[in-house]
């Protein structure tokens, strides 16, 4: 297969939590792969939302995140300043 990316990913297979916008709580996933850019996560379940926060210290620090592909339980997101 041909990479595409312009950044290289690294991969890290890192468990994670996301927490949504209007929604109370934290949900578990796994980080696959991370760059500068963005990332890769796994979840057990479809993720619906375009916007979250995504954190792999449990919040002590998060990253905010867009949405910009989705493959079953699988999200590609890009950071957002």
């Not at 950044?7 to 949900?27: C, K, M, T």
């Not at 500068?36 to 796994?42: C, L, R, S, T």
Request: hydrophobic share 35%; aromatic share 12%; proline share 2%.
């Amino acid at each position: 297969m041909i990479e595409r990316r312009a950044l290289q990913r690294i991969e890290i297979n890192q468990p994670a939590v996301l927490h949504f916008d209007r929604i109370s709580g934290v949900y578990c996933c796994v980080v696959k792969d991370v760059s500068d850019q963005g990332a890769k996560f796994q979840c057990p379940f479809y993720v619906f939302s375009s916007d979250l926060d995504l954190s792999v210290d449990g919040f002590k620090t998060s990253k905010r995140c867009h949405v910009v592909w989705r493959h079953g339980t699988t999200c590609g997101v890009r950071f957002v300043n």
